[in-house]
């Protein structure tokens, strides 16, 4: 049986245990059809203790579940809010899956969901994924690969950036087309 990690450092790379900043979502430009919305969220991950909100929950046998052992793979379930705080408004929530996809533990793939709550784009969805590199302080660039609602068809790319050993603030640049 593999050994369970008692406590995940801070940065467990499910999310990269990011807190995401909803700035002023407003389209950046028009072109035809087209058009381009830069959104800026905080995601706050709790990776330890009775109100986790990313956990190992498989690994290669007799090996540590850790965020930088190759083949562990993380579940979320973490709230989105306007600030870099964990009392700061929640805007959505962001579920999702991480594996440790690199030998080295440099690299995890990532795969989630972001449900909007928020007034502008209540019950709209961002599908998520691609490779966060870490232990890098700069940003990791993802793809959106899908949504729903108002982000119907969109696609484009996500930008996680460290923000504290807890905290990555994640700009999501989307292009939707009409």
């Given at each position: 049986?593999?050994?369970?990690?008692?406590?995940?450092?801070?940065?467990?790379?499910?999310?990269?245990?990011?807190?995401?900043?909803?700035?002023?979502?407003?389209?950046?430009?028009?072109?035809?059809?087209?058009?381009?919305?830069?959104?800026?969220?905080?995601?706050?991950?709790?990776?330890?203790?009775?109100?986790?909100?990313?956990?190992?929950?498989?690994?290669?046998?007799?090996?540590l579940w850790a965020p930088n052992t190759f083949g562990t793979i993380f579940v979320g379930d973490d709230p989105l809010t306007e600030r870099p705080s964990a009392s700061s408004p929640r805007v959505g929530q962001v579920r999702g899956l991480a594996v440790v996809s690199s030998k080295d533990g440099s690299a995890t793939y990532v795969?989630?969901?972001?449900?909007?709550?928020?007034?502008?784009?209540?019950?709209?969805?961002?599908?998520?994924?691609?490779?966060?590199?870490?232990?890098?302080?700069?940003?990791?660039?993802?793809?959106?690969?899908?949504?729903?609602?108002?982000?119907?068809?969109?696609?484009?790319?996500?930008?996680?950036?460290?923000?504290?050993?807890?905290?990555?603030?994640?700009?999501?640049?989307?292009?939707?087309?009409?």
């Open positions: 049986m593999a050994k369970l990690m008692s406590s995940l450092f801070p940065v467990s790379l499910l999310f990269l245990s990011m807190i995401a900043f909803l700035a002023q979502a407003a389209p950046v430009e028009q072109v035809g059809s087209e058009k381009i919305i830069q959104l800026n969220y905080y995601l706050i991950e709790i990776t330890s203790g009775p109100n986790a909100t990313a956990v190992p929950v498989a690994g290669i046998a007799g090996q795969s989630f969901s972001v449900t909007l709550t928020n007034r502008e784009y209540n019950g709209s969805t961002l599908q998520i994924q691609g490779t966060v590199n870490r232990p890098s302080r700069r940003p990791s660039v993802v793809s959106i690969v899908g949504g729903t609602g108002k982000f119907e068809g969109a696609r484009g790319s996500a930008f996680l950036q460290p923000y504290s050993n807890s905290i990555i603030q994640i700009t999501y640049k989307i292009q939707l087309y009409k």
